[in-house]
């Protein structure tokens, strides 16, 4: 576009113009016209094809489609066809040329249109036009007559429209909006691209002897328990009440000391509520007394060191994008608050001011991160990156003034976040600097300033467990620049991100914790992230799936890099979610049968333990053989209590036990009472002990059967075999079974897909793992049963596994086929095998799993946290796990026993000694495989079976570490005992 062009704010580095001042979000009693609703809309490919005069009053826009205010017009006419242009998705890379601030010609740019009339009375005084977010730059026009232009998506903008505004008669208010813009480049988050009016507009009356601004400050002091109130306002005088505390009609600016306030805290997120009045006014506030701030090394709140138990957030729902429902953010805030998870970073904008209302309400400490992020810089080596170039500044600071000062007033934000990814520069210092002096009362963060030049918390992303450990130490290595190294060793340490949460995973949470845990100056992290941005679609015959980059067509994109939460897109809880309440919980119980006691340990923050109930339960094999309430006297915060077992926990595990059962003790605790997020009943934490077992060695057999030749088949006990290849084909007279045979590989997870420094998944492949062929060496009947061995390699490799498959059957027991398999390797493998097991296939029929073992979600070597002994039943259906890109899942681990039945055929029962891992599907690893979304996955005709001796862990290497070495896999022998019977 040419400078001279009246759109020339489009690509002007400048913030925006005829913008009202930044002020703090806060409701009143003044009136507030909701201009949220349907708008006449229409869709030009770029500024060539916008429509003249679209801003007057007399403008005919009868012929336009119509659109929702708020959303985002690309999501329009999902799940279906989107009827306004297709959402992007890119990471890192710009989806358009870097040629700051310019961006193509093709813009898409959506004109939007719509009347209103004011209600009477509407008071004498000023109005403003409040625009919650507009994705990516805007210009405003109200009755034809221009009000100004705006950036900022995630960012209010605020309009005084007083003297263009008609007080009666209809008010035509006119938006155009472009994709777009100079913004763009400061808004390169990893997400969707996507535009539009996306969250709600209202006009604001601001009568005569109303307030502009208010800034409450609380403060806290742990050593007297003293609450210090003042209220800075500006705009007309102002009164204050908070009738609890004894205030009331007072100064607001006092200060107020108060004694005795119970301090806001994640866990106890206490609000006073106030009332600011002015000549013009009520203003209701809700107060948090807290102090957050950082001494001797360490994040104190409240004088206490905080544990951060984090999710990185963005806001997202598949249906419509950016725009979310208080449904939707409830929802987000309760899921949070009942998996144990205390913080969130609003990665990487600021979220919808109601979200930071219900962390102030419910309790969650907040980092507000500012709406800014140029990674796409990074990509070029980050010449020309805005973040040090001047003519960016003011849109920088713009950017952060516009945060602090909406935010201000939220107990939940303990630390400004400067941003996202966007490098080195005198911009974030600038920002940095702004905010110390307007807000000195919260930390301020950015992962990016790895030297710690302006910021008060050292934060980094993806750091492995050993390099945590190190920092935990204070042992890393220098600074870049030597001179701040001194400061940066004494200061609080965060992961902003880790554990990507991407497909099957994250793995080695634990791991984390409790490094987390053992080193006072690590405060925690934040998983990445809290939900996969899938887009709700349908297939042409109408099933639902959830797409990702590259499904609508998009030239330049990232995949299903999109889609790596800890709940799915519809805030389905994922077992990673799951695998994280239990990393992450707040009390620690210890059962310790050998000493007869029971030791808890408290890791939260504020309150002690009187809230929770704690229940230990006795089961053998699975059963319940009796349960009671534990007296726990309340432990304080961070503390520790031991108690010994109450008798009848002690009667009951002395009491005899069947022959080869297991027996295990279970404590918990769980909420007293209901809380506002969780009912009574709600489980905290747990914590599991065996008293016996699990089962020693298979007996021997009674009197081993030998196998009989007929018909090209042996038959031994209740099972046939092919008699050429060594293959079972029947058991118990009806079950065809195919196989089984040994099976080494997996759909590779996200993480084994894209693992740092070399995908494990190509390794895999380069090694044949996915093309293995099988050899019968040698099938051997004799009077102990069939031995038979099997060659496994890939071609053109030297490297195999040697396997012996002997069965056996029993003329006293004769349903039953036993199993003992040995496997080695020959030569040397390349890497890390995905699993070491076998696969069968049983008839389809077979519909639902029972088993004794660990559940009663899946579970791998290294995401083992949250899955406890007992006795579990689920449909084959339901054990599967809809990872948005198919890939492994639904392991099931340490399976001691397992029944496998159908509704009409028979079944199979499998007993393994000790244990194996367990996966049921009706589709093969190699349709998991080859499948692009869940919809791509039809039932076969069978149903496979796994049963493993393990499977390479998982951990979380898409974008962080990959498997720790103790959950490798590396090919090594491996004996499996399993007995199988036709049920
Ligand atoms: C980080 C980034 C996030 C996200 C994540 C990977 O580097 O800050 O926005 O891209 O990686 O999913």
Redo the contacts with the bound molecule.
């Keep these: 576009m040419s400078e001279s062009t009246a759109h020339h704010y489009l690509e002007s580095h400048s913030p925006g113009h005829g913008l009202a001042q930044p002020r703090a979000a806060f409701t009143s009693d003044a009136p507030v016209l909701d201009l949220t609703g349907t708008w006449r809309f229409r869709l030009a490919a770029g500024l060539a094809q916008v429509t003249e005069g679209f801003e007057a009053d007399a403008f005919d826009d009868s012929g336009w489609d119509t659109i929702a205010v708020p959303s985002c017009w690309q999501m329009d006419g999902l799940p279906g066809e989107p009827r306004f242009g297709t959402p992007t998705y890119t ?2 890379i710009y989806p358009f040329p870097i040629d700051p601030p310019h961006v193509p010609d093709t813009n898409p740019t959506g004109e939007y249109r719509r009347e209103f009339t004011l209600p009477a009375p509407w008071p004498a005084g000023r109005t403003l036009l409040r625009f919650e977010g507009v994705d990516s730059c805007f210009a405003v026009w109200l009755n034809g007559t221009l009000l100004g232009d705006g950036k900022g998506s995630r960012l209010p903008t605020e309009f005084d429209v007083t003297d263009t505004l008609r007080a009666d008669g209809p008010n035509t208010l006119a938006v155009r909006v472009h994709q777009w813009s100079a913004a763009s480049y400061l808004e390169d ?2 997400m969707w691209w996507l535009s539009g009016i996306f969250r709600p507009v209202a006009l604001l009356s601001r009568p005569d002897g109303a307030l502009t601004d208010v800034f409450v400050h609380a403060d806290y002091d742990h050593l007297t328990g003293h609450g210090t109130l003042w209220v800075h306002s500006t705009g007309a005088p102002a009164r204050l009440t908070v009738p609890e505390l004894g205030i009331t009609d007072a100064d607001p600016a006092g200060p107020h000391t108060v004694a005795g306030v119970t301090p806001w805290s994640a866990e106890q997120p206490r609000l006073y509520e106030a009332e600011l009045v002015t000549d013009g006014e009520r203003i209701p506030l809700r107060i948090g007394f807290r102090r957050i701030g950082v001494q001797d090394g360490l994040i104190l709140a409240n004088g206490r060191p905080v544990l951060f138990r984090g999710v ?1 957030r963005h806001e997202w729902n598949p249906d419509t994008g950016r725009t979310l429902s208080h449904e939707d953010m409830l929802a987000d805030v309760l899921l949070m608050k009942r998996h144990n998870i205390n913080a969130v970073r609003t ?2 904008y600021p979220p919808d001011s109601a979200f930071l209302e219900l962390c102030d309400e419910y309790g969650l400490w907040v980092i507000d991160e500012c709406d800014l ?1 140029t ?1 796409g810089f990074g990509l070029i080596g980050w010449a020309g990156n805005p973040s040090d170039d001047p003519r960016w500044r003011e849109s920088f600071l713009d950017r952060m003034r516009r945060m602090v000062e909406r935010d201000k007033n939220h107990p939940s934000v303990v630390m400004w976040s400067l941003g ?2 966007a490098g080195h520069g005198s911009n974030l210092r600038a920002m940095a600097e702004w905010t110390r002096e307007r807000d000195p009362e919260r930390l301020i963060h950015y992962e990016g300033d790895d030297n710690c030049d302006y910021v008060d918390v050292y934060s980094q ?2 750091t492995d467990h050993n390099g945590l450990g190190v920092i935990g130490r204070g042992h890393e290595s220098v600074t870049r620049d030597p001179a701040q190294d001194a400061r940066r060793r004494t200061m609080p340490f965060i992961l902003c ?1 880790y554990a ?1 949460a ?1 497909g099957n995973g994250p793995g080695g949470l634990s791991e984390y914790q409790d490094l987390f845990e053992s080193y006072p100056r690590l405060h925690g992290g934040f998983v ?2 809290w939900i996969d941005h899938g887009i709700r679609r349908l297939t042409p015959d109408g099933r639902e799936h959830f797409a990702y980059g590259g499904d609508f067509g998009e030239p330049v994109h990232d995949d299903n ?1 999109v889609c ?1 939460g800890l709940v799915f897109a519809d805030r389905t809880p994922s077992p990673g979610l799951t695998e994280y309440k239990k990393a992450v919980e707040p009390v620690r119980i210890t059962v310790d049968p050998a000493g007869g006691t029971i030791r808890v340990r408290s890791h939260l923050h504020t309150i002690d333990t009187a809230h929770l109930r704690f229940r230990w339960t006795v089961e053998d094999q699975g059963r319940l053989q009796g349960d009671g309430e534990l007296a726990v006297p309340p432990v304080a915060a961070g503390a520790a209590t031991e108690l010994t077992w109450p008798e009848a926990l002690t009667k009951l595990c002395d009491a005899p036990l069947e022959e080869g059962e297991e027996r295990w003790v279970t404590v918990s605790a769980e909420l007293a009472e209901d809380e506002p997020w969780a009912p009574a009943g709600h489980e905290i934490a747990w914590s599991q002990a065996a008293i016996a077992g699990p089962a020693p060695e298979a007996p021997p057999l009674g009197s081993p059967l030998t196998p009989l030749l007929a018909d090209g088949t042996y038959a031994l006990g209740p099972a046939v075999f092919d008699a050429v290849t060594g293959t079972l084909l029947r058991l118990g007279g009806d079950l065809d079974v195919d196989g089984p045979r040994l099976d080494l590989w997996r759909a590779p997870t996200d993480n084994d897909l894209r693992t740092w420094g070399g995908p494990l998944a190509e390794a895999w492949r380069n090694a044949g793992l996915d093309r293995l062929e099988h050899r019968a060496v040698r099938v051997r009947p004799h009077d102990g049963g069939l031995d038979v061995t099997v060659r496994t390699a890939p071609a053109g490799a030297d490297y195999a596994m040697r396997t012996v498959f002997r069965w056996a059957a029993d003329a006293e027991d004769p349903g039953l086929l036993r199993l003992s398999l040995t496997t080695e390797p020959v030569g040397t493998w390349p890497c890390p095998l995905p699993r070491i097991g076998i696969r069968l296939a049983l008839p389809q029929d077979i519909e639902t799993v029972d088993w004794f073992g660990l559940g009663p979600g899946e579970a791998y070597s290294d995401t083992t946290a949250a899955v406890r002994v007992g006795r579990f039943t689920a449909g084959v259906d339901d054990l599967q796990t809809p990872y948005v890109l198919p890939q492994e899942n639904g392991n099931r681990r340490q399976v001691r026993h397992a029944r496998l039945t159908g509704g009409q055929g028979s079944g199979l029962a499998v007993t393994a000694s000790p244990h194996l891992d367990l996966t049921v599907r009706r589709w093969t690893s190699e349709d998991l495989d080859q499948a692009r979304h869940t919809t791509d996955l039809r039932p076969r005709d069978r149903v496979y079976v796994n049963l493993d001796a393990g499977q390479q862990g998982i951990g979380s290497g898409a ?1 962080g570490p990959a498997t720790q070495p103790q959950h490798e896999l590396i090919a090594r022998p491996v004996t499996l005992t399993i007995g199988f019977r036709p049920c």
């Design positions: 990471n890192q988050q990893d990185n990665s990487h992020e990674h996202n990814e992303m993806y991100e990507h991407m990445w992230e890099f790596d974008c």
